[in-house]
């Protein structure tokens, strides 16, 4: 790669906690609402050892070391449809395999901050 040092990977910031805006919806409420919540985001060391044979290969991702959660609730929803959704906080980032229970394990994802009501569909 032109222009690329394998010091400057040092030079990443460290797997952390950041301040992120993300997307809430939910289906039979209106609108898509953005709060505020910490997530784990930076950089992590990858292994890939040179005898794959007899070794296995890991990767490790920035994830929830501890996570709560908080709750948000909608306020225009239709009758009989519950207003209240929650979501995570990160408490505190770990380097560990990804659990795709908790995280978004992809490569390029959409952005935490989209919503699908910002889509036009087209008939």
């Known amino acids: 790669m032109r222009g690329f040092s394998p010091a400057a990977a040092f030079q990443l910031p460290r797997c952390q906690l950041i301040n992120q805006t993300i997307s809430l919806e939910k289906k039979g409420c209106s609108g898509c609402h953005r709060v505020e919540t910490t997530i784990c985001s930076g ?20 994830t929830y070391g501890d996570l709560h959660y908080k709750t948000f609730e ?3 929803c239709l009758p009989g449809v519950d207003p209240v959704v929650t979501y995570p906080v990160a408490s505190s980032c770990q380097c560990s395999g990804c659990a795709m229970a908790t995280s978004d394990c992809t490569f390029e994802s959409l952005q ?6 910002d889509i036009l569909f087209y008939h």
């Open 43 to 62: 950089y992590c060391t990858t292994k890939d050892p040179n005898r794959k044979l007899f070794s296995k290969a890991y990767q490790h991702v920035c």
């Open 74 to 76: 909608f306020p225009d």
């Open 112 to 117: 935490p901050d989209f919503c699908m009501n």
